[in-house]
Every structure is written in C-alpha cells, then in structure tokens.
C-alpha cells in the first residue's frame, strides 16, 4: 500500500512537472473548468505584460487599451488584439470567460474581418503592426494569438539608422519649427521616390508597400509612404497614426492640439510625361479641407477615427 501511494504522487508530481513545462497547464485547467467550474488561469507569453518602446497612446474609442484578458463580449476581444500589437507581443494566449458562449465563433468570424485588423493595424505603430495574424484555439478553449510582423528586427535597425542618416544630411536639426521640419522630410520623400505602379498587378520587384521600399528603393505605395512617414513623425516625438480606408493610406498628426492631414501619396502625384513634381496640396490640412478636395477615397470611417477634430 505504501509503495502504491509512493508511486501515485510520484506519477502526479511527473504529470504536474510535464504539464508546466511543456503542456501550458492544459491538464490543470481541463480539470479546474471540468470539476470545478473556476476560471481559466490566463497564460502570458510577453515581458511581464510591458509594451515595447514603440506602443501607442490610445486614440480611437474604437479600440482600447485593456488589462482585462477575460474577455466577456467581441469588444473585449478586439480590445485584447489591439493591446497586443499596440505593445509589440508576438505571441498571447488568453483564455475567454467562462459565461461568453460565443467567444470562438466570434474569433472565427474576426479570423476573416480583413477590414476591422486593417483599422487597428493603422492605429499601432508600424513597427509594431502585423504581416500576419493567427488565433488558433484548442479543445480546452484557450486562445493563442500568433503575429508576424511587418518589419523584422533587422529592418528596424536599418530603417532606424537610414532616417538618422537623412535627419543629418538634410539638417532637419537646426530648424526649430515643427512645421519646416515635417516639410523637409516631405518634400525629400516626394522626391526620391515614384509611384510603384506595377504592386497593384502583381508584377513589383520592390518592397514599395513598406519602409524599406520607400527608404532604399526608390519605389512606394500609399501604404509605403505612410509608414514612412508615421516612423519619422515617431521620431519628432509627434502624435500620429495612420488612416485608412478600402481605397487608400495617408497620415495624421497632432500638432498644437489640432490634427492636421498629410497624404504624400497624393502630393507626389503621377504626371502624363513622368515629370518628378512636388506639389503640398495634401500637406497638413483639416479635415474639412481633405474633403473639400476628394471625398472618394478620403472618405474614412468617423467611428474608427472619432478623435480626428
């Protein structure tokens, strides 16, 4: 008898060990949900929940910022993917509350809403966005969120030291106007680069719908332009976030208060003999402004960008 209870706690201390290490307590909250009807104990796999040196204020009532990984409703899980790419996690495991019966078929439908992770996309820092985003759920209900992001470490480090490269050459430290600072950086993209209009099809050899394109290829898209211009803006210290609709890409930022446009897609605009102008007729402009000049593809949704004034 002695020897069979020996053996049993030291068959369970084995289970115990392997389900920590290697199973993320699946074994333990299989029996505490199973038995006793408790919470799931949530599973982290982040710095201690710190949000890395490129997380955002948070803007839009559209999203927020949460400490609250029990997510009872789809609000709360939009929440909970926003905080994880705004903080810059590539990984996150979460487990819904218990009395949230459609929380995987609500995972399931967002798994396919192209559109809501582009707006919350925009509403991070480039930096932190993603290239790709997985949820993946298993038997015992837990979520684990998977990332890709958009920009590597190495690409961080190169995009990084090229924008301080052209902040000296250009000089752009020795104005003391916010304003001329932003317009040097403009201009200077506006003319170093063209309009990749070979992405659409297919058949682009460049990196034209990111940084890396725009920074040292010579080639960009809207979405090219506007990263281009939100990690610059980061680096002026400067509120700022993309804006997006089905159709374009273009930047905000928060100068005195006020939130001023800037599409510098639109200001380096494609010409019938391809001339390289520069023109600033999307240059830090409000909003009636924007749509005074075009209310197709500027046309975006009051409800994500609802502090826009």
Not at 97 to 110: G, V
Request: charged share 25%; with cysteine.
């Amino acid at each position: 008898m002695k020897k069979l209870l020996t053996f049993l706690i030291c068959t369970l201390l084995v289970i115990s060990v392997c389900d920590y290490k290697f199973l993320d307590n699946y074994i333990y909250s299989f029996i505490k949900e199973k038995y006793f009807g408790n919470e799931y104990n949530i599973v982290i796999n982040t710095d201690a929940l710190k949000p890395n040196k490129y997380a955002y204020k948070e803007f839009s009532s559209f999203v927020k910022i949460s400490n609250d990984f029990y997510p009872k409703n789809k609000n709360d899980l939009l929440n909970i993917y926003y905080t994880v790419l705004n903080n810059g996690w590539e990984n996150f495991s979460f487990y819904c509350d218990l009395e949230y019966k459609n929380c995987l078929e609500d995972i399931k439908n967002l798994n396919n809403d192209e559109e809501t992770f582009n707006y919350i996309n925009q509403l991070v820092h480039p930096f932190n966005s993603f290239k790709t985003i997985k949820s993946n759920y298993n038997s015992n209900g837990r979520i684990d969120i998977e990332i890709e992001k958009r920009y590597t470490d190495e690409d961080i480090e190169n995009i990084n030291n090229k924008l301080s490269n052209i902040i000296n050459e250009l000089n752009i430290n020795n104005y003391t106007s916010i304003i001329d600072k932003i317009k040097i950086f403009h201009d200077y993209l506006a003319s170093t680069n063209k309009y990749d209009q070979n992405k659409e099809n297919g058949t682009s050899t460049y990196h034209s719908d990111n940084a890396i394109g725009t920074l040292f290829e010579g080639y960009s898209v809207c979405n090219g332009y506007s990263d281009t211009l939100a990690i610059y803006l980061n680096m002026l210290n400067l509120d700022n976030v993309r804006v997006a609709t089905d159709k374009h890409v273009w930047n905000i930022v928060k100068i005195d208060n006020n939130w001023y446009h800037i599409d510098l897609t639109w200001d380096d605009p494609i010409t019938s003999n391809n001339e390289d102008i520069i023109t600033h007729d999307y240059f830090l402009i409000s909003t009636d402004e924007l749509l005074t000049l075009d209310k197709i593809e500027h046309n975006y949704s009051q409800t994500v960008y609802d502090f826009i004034n």
